[in-house]
Structure formats: structure tokens, C-alpha cells
């Protein structure tokens, strides 16, 4: 069966620290708005497998991976979120995922928040 991607967006409150587990390689992009709406921004290298720890500014980030995911909040404060859809980066961010129509076939990868 199908791998489906897990999109996460992370809601950094204040400056923060945090663990990021994954078992492949990630890219994390930053949300900046512009004037068609938010746009990503790509922040540092690709993330490796494994454990990365990552100083965060304040602000939105948004990364997708097919593996399960593991965030742990080092210090600071930081909202994780998973949303629905099949686009690279969400147009606005939301607080509610929407759902539109049937869900793809798969199996999707969870993420874990500490």
C-alpha cells in the first residue's frame, strides 16, 4: 500500500529549541506572507534521519515527510499541527485541518509531540 505524506505546520510562539526525529530526509521551510498569501522559505540544509535539534525563530514553519515523526520541545513554546491536503504548502495557515472529499488510500505516518 501507498505511503501518504504527513504535512505538519509548527506554530513557534517565542524563540524556541526543539528535537525533530524523522527517518528521512526533511526539508523544514519557514511561512512568510507575502502578497498572494504565505509562501515558503527554505531554512537551512536538508534535515537528516534521525534526531536534529533546531533553534527556532518566531514564526511558522511547515515541513512533510512519508515517515513518523517525533517532536520534542526543548524550550520555548511550539504548537505542531498535521494538516489534510496534497499541496506543498498550505495557502493560509489554518488551526482546523479541512477536509475536502475522500481521503487518498494509504497509510500515513503519525507525529508524535512531547
Not at 502578497?35 to 527556532?56: C, K, N, Q, W, Y
Request: hydrophobic fraction near 35%; charged fraction near 30%; avoid cysteine.
Amino acid at each position: 500500500m501507498r505511503k501518504k505524506p504527513l504535512h505538519v505546520m509548527l506554530d513557534v510562539r517565542e524563540p524556541s529549541t526543539i528535537d525533530l526525529t524523522v527517518g528521512e530526509k526533511v526539508q523544514l521551510d519557514r511561512l512568510v506572507r507575502s502578497r498572494h498569501g504565505h509562501v515558503a522559505e527554505r531554512r537551512g540544509d536538508l534535515l537528516m534521519p534521525g534526531v536534529t535539534t533546531l533553534a527556532l525563530e518566531t514564526g511558522r514553519y511547515f515541513f512533510k515527510t512519508l515517515s513518523d515523526a517525533h517532536l520534542k520541545v526543548v524550550r520555548g513554546g511550539v504548537d505542531a499541527s498535521e494538516l489534510a491536503g496534497g499541496k506543498d504548502v498550505p495557502p493560509e495557515p489554518r488551526l482546523t485541518p479541512v477536509s475536502k472529499g475522500d481521503d487518498v488510500p494509504g497509510d500515513a505516518p503519525s507525529l508524535i509531540v512531547e
